[in-house]
């Protein structure tokens, strides 16, 4: 049994970066050791070696924001999707101000770009539409896919009646309550802490990936599972007492995502697992305290998915959050806490 163990920490100051013009996202050049910031209307780059921040986009259009950036690393590009639909890239052959080229637009707020591990496909998603761009092929679309759909996908299950309730004793109620419909419906469409974004997470292979995102059509957050050619294979099965939230994660060995889902009227949150055939396969409760409002900010697995780590988000009193980081491992499947100090708790397995 081993506790997890600090490895380096580094802290850089960025004072420009602050109040309306704070960071929201980021993207990362490991080779180089520069991390690209995003504000809300600029890109900037950040050299760790020297800690020079340098600005390299700002939106000409200032009701236009910039809703997230995604390094190429084998073309040197960054890509980045404003709120107007259009995808953007910045090649970083030669100076960065005369070569943004415009690569599609989506007629949609683009709320995630997301590259795949082999970096040859590029997913750029909307509250409605999922488009596939090949990056060897200079962003030539591979597919663009609605997600408001009723198909369930290629994987959908066959019933043939076993085990459903035409088929279950129903002692002194009789046959009528067999013939009576199953309300398939949430009791609560959505979270009152959902980000209302769509969310993209690749299969480490890179053939599936999963959007997560909220119908416009019900208002249920619904998570769908494609192909890497665009093509619909798996919707998760509605939770009927409860919600799913907006923080998925797949696991690396790609058996499993996990997903923050809320059920009893918001007062038990879980991670729940869930297959690549949309079915439920287990779940993860976290305590919920009576008065103590907490939401899943962010899920990630380690490389050989043996911890999940999770962010929560806590209330502490009005207007006043904590985070709380939580390590799981998920090793035999067995949860064992073993301290607690300041907002961190740390869980290992055996």
Request: charged letters at 20%; hydrophobic letters at 40%.
């Amino acid at each position: 049994m081993q506790n997890l163990c600090l490895f380096n920490t580094r802290t850089v100051s960025l004072s420009d970066l602050t109040g309306a013009n704070i960071v929201r996202r980021f993207a990362i050049d490991s080779d180089k050791q520069i991390i690209y910031l995003l504000t809300s209307h600029s890109i900037y780059s950040l050299t760790l070696e020297n800690e020079q921040l340098k600005s390299i986009y700002s939106s000409i259009d200032q009701t236009t924001t910039i809703e997230d950036l995604c390094f190429l690393s084998e073309l040197n590009h960054l890509s980045f999707g404003l709120s107007n639909g259009d995808l953007l890239s910045l090649p970083f052959d030669d100076d960065f101000e005369e070569n943004v080229n415009v690569i599609g637009t989506l007629e949609e707020c683009i709320h995630e770009l997301r590259l795949s591990p082999d970096q040859q496909t590029l997913i750029a998603v909307t509250n409605n539409k999922v488009l596939l761009l090949s990056t060897n092929n200079d962003y030539e679309p591979i597919a663009e896919t609605s997600l408001d759909t009723t198909d369930f996908g290629e994987q959908q299950l066959v019933n043939v009646g076993w085990g459903s309730k035409t088929t279950q004793f129903h002692g002194s109620a009789g046959k009528k309550a067999a013939l009576e419909p199953v309300n398939t419906t949430p009791i609560k469409l959505k979270s009152d802490n959902d980000d209302g974004r769509s969310h993209i997470v690749w299969r480490d292979d890179g053939d599936l990936f999963a959007v997560s995102f909220i119908s416009l059509t019900n208002q249920w957050r619904t998570i769908k599972i494609f192909n890497k050619q665009g093509q619909l294979q798996a919707t998760n099965e509605s939770p009927l007492n409860g919600c799913i939230e907006s923080a998925i994660a797949w696991k690396i060995s790609g058996e499993l995502i996990g997903a923050a889902m809320r059920f009893n009227n918001g007062q038990k949150l879980t991670i729940s697992f869930m297959e690549k055939n949309g079915l439920k396969h287990g779940e993860l409760v976290l305590e919920t305290g009576g008065n103590i409002k907490q939401y899943v900010e962010h899920l990630a697995w380690n490389k050989d998915s043996t911890i999940l780590a999770i962010v929560l988000r806590q209330e502490v009193s009005k207007d006043i959050f904590c985070f709380l980081k939580i390590f799981i491992s998920c090793m035999n499947s067995r949860m064992i806490p073993i301290f607690n100090y300041g907002h961190q708790v740390i869980i290992i397995g055996i």
